[in-house]
């Protein structure tokens, strides 16, 4: 295990010791104020050589870890571009890989809401309905076509969490329904 984090802050400050510390952007980028807080108040570090921390690895095999760990997810090469990359040549059979067609916005919506208890477990009872049920499945493939972007608005569900401002110098903290507030106080 290359970052073996004892929790999420720890694997995040090992993950730094390799990769350097974060621009101003990409922890700007984070919700969470804490996880703010937590990177800006590190000491700044810059990124570790690879060679020096794989001793005997390939030039090739160093290009492809330097492109995969960066900080910046946005940033990292694909994994259909890392089967590609030429490290990986002798075992790439593009005709063998399987790729997938994005998830939309519309199947994820629901990360967008902050959500009580009860209304999670009734998203996760219609989301096993679409397998149990062809007059569900078909209700789900007509929805998905006249709202693309998402029906929970219009069902009532949640409340429509305040999206990131990035030019903003401060930013609005993460709203958490009083169960994500619970597991939150209880991991503290």
Same mark, same amino acid.
């Given at each position: 295990?290359?970052?073996?984090?004892?929790?999420?802050?720890?694997?995040?400050?090992?993950?730094?010791?390799?990769?350097?510390?974060?621009?101003?952007?990409?922890?700007?980028?984070?919700?969470?104020?804490?996880?703010?807080?937590?990177?800006?108040?590190?000491?700044?570090?810059?990124?570790?050589?690879?060679?020096?921390?794989?001793?005997?690895?390939?030039? %090739? $095999?160093?290009?492809?870890?330097? /492109? @995969?760990?960066?900080?910046?997810?946005? #940033?990292?090469?694909?994994?259909?571009?890392? =089967?590609?990359?030429?490290?990986?040549?002798?075992?790439?059979?593009?005709?063998?890989?399987?790729?997938?067609?994005?998830?939309?916005?519309?199947?994820?919506?629901?990360?967008?809401?902050?959500?009580?208890?009860?209304?999670?477990?009734?998203?996760?009872?219609?989301?096993?309905?679409?397998?149990?049920?062809?007059?569900?499945?078909?209700?789900?493939?007509?929805?998905?076509?006249?709202?693309?972007?998402?029906? %929970? $608005?219009?069902?009532?569900?949640? /409340? @429509?969490?305040?999206?990131?401002?990035? #030019?903003?110098?401060?930013?609005?903290?993460? =709203?958490?329904?009083?169960?994500?507030?619970?597991?939150?106080?209880?991991?503290?």
């Amino acid at each position: 295990i290359l970052f073996p984090g004892t929790d999420n802050m720890n694997q995040l400050k090992l993950i730094l010791d390799v990769v350097g510390s974060p621009s101003a952007e990409e922890i700007n980028n984070y919700q969470e104020p804490q996880t703010r807080d937590f990177l800006k108040g590190l000491k700044k570090t810059k990124p570790k050589p690879l060679e020096t921390l794989f001793k005997g690895a390939s030039p %090739l $095999a160093l290009d492809l870890l330097a /492109k @995969l760990l960066r900080f910046d997810a946005s #940033k990292r090469i694909t994994a259909e571009e890392a =089967l590609a990359h030429p490290y990986l040549k002798e075992l790439h059979n593009s005709a063998e890989e399987l790729t997938a067609t994005p998830v939309t916005l519309f199947d994820f919506e629901f990360e967008k809401y902050s959500l009580t208890g009860e209304e999670f477990k009734s998203l996760i009872y219609d989301e096993i309905q679409l397998y149990h049920s062809e007059e569900k499945r078909k209700e789900y493939e007509r929805l998905k076509k006249e709202f693309p972007n998402g029906i %929970l $608005a219009t069902k009532g569900i949640g /409340k @429509l969490r305040k999206p990131k401002n990035p #030019k903003k110098k401060a930013s609005t903290p993460k =709203l958490q329904s009083k169960d994500e507030q619970r597991l939150s106080s209880d991991s503290d």
